[in-house]
């Protein structure tokens, strides 16, 4: 039996976010440079997309360089930067004609203007698109997003637009920057990591979270039909008991 036989297709996640690990270690196990692995990544990307849409996934958030990330060698950096412009005006027309949207998460101004350009002109050109919603996040920190929004809420306090008794949880969520993206079923993390690594804090309350030791550039259809196998297997029961939810579901 074939595995997206066995997905319930009434139960595949409206949103799945990724923590594309293991590139650089992919590549070096193979004698080669670590932008080989960012490279070859690439291609799990485009499969990523190609399946979700299949499976009607609506959103997908991509953690493809962090704030932390600076830190790394600069020719990574400057490699990975490149790479991501290529890949942007690559893959913008085929975006754009199957319907996905581009979004970014991040402080994008922080980035090389060549990104930052191509970046707003993909999102410019894909902001009318409706099938599905890919999400970069680009020099992105959950803990810099969550003092933003606190920053935000503050001057609304001091405006007296609302009161603290007033800020709710609905209220701070729309002042991050995922305010109209709803928050992930599923978060993927490959390599074998187990950890969160400053990626979407406040939004992954609920998610259910699945790491794997497939480095991203092996992780294709096959192993991402099979995470959400694993993930339709699992119970959500959001604080409640067992019990709790068969009544609900009843």
């Not at 203007?113 to 409706?130: F, P």
Request: hydrophobic share 35%; proline share 3%; charged share 25%.
């Amino acid at each position: 039996m074939s595995l997206i036989s066995q997905l319930d297709k009434e139960n595949i996640p409206r949103h799945i976010a990724f923590i594309m690990d293991g590139n650089g270690r992919w590549a070096k196990s193979r004698g080669q440079h670590r932008l080989f692995g960012h490279s070859s990544g690439v291609e799990s990307v485009k499969e990523i997309i190609k399946t979700s849409r299949e499976l009607g996934v609506e959103y997908l958030t991509m953690y493809a360089f962090s704030t932390e990330n600076w830190s790394r060698p600069t020719d990574e950096i400057e490699g990975l930067m490149n790479l991501l412009v290529e890949a942007i005006s690559n893959e913008v027309d085929e975006m754009d004609a199957k319907n996905v949207r581009l979004l970014t998460i991040g402080n994008i101004k922080g980035l090389p203007g060549n990104c930052y350009d191509s970046l707003c002109q993909a999102m410019e050109r894909t902001k009318n698109n409706t099938a599905l919603t890919l999400v970069l996040a680009l020099n992105y920190s959950a803990r810099q997003e969550i003092l933003n929004a606190s920053m935000q809420a503050h001057q609304l306090m001091l405006q007296s637009k609302i009161s603290p008794e007033e800020l709710t949880e609905e209220i701070f969520a729309s002042l991050l920057q995922t305010k109209e993206i709803p928050d992930p079923e599923l978060l993927i993390r490959t390599s074998g990591e187990c950890r969160i690594s400053n990626f979407l804090l406040w939004q992954l309350s609920y998610t259910e979270l699945l790491f794997t030791e497939t480095h991203w550039p092996d992780f294709r259809r096959e192993a991402f039909i099979d995470a959400i196998c694993k993930y339709q297997k699992r119970e959500r029961r959001f604080g409640m008991v067992s019990e709790q939810i068969k009544n609900t579901n009843e």
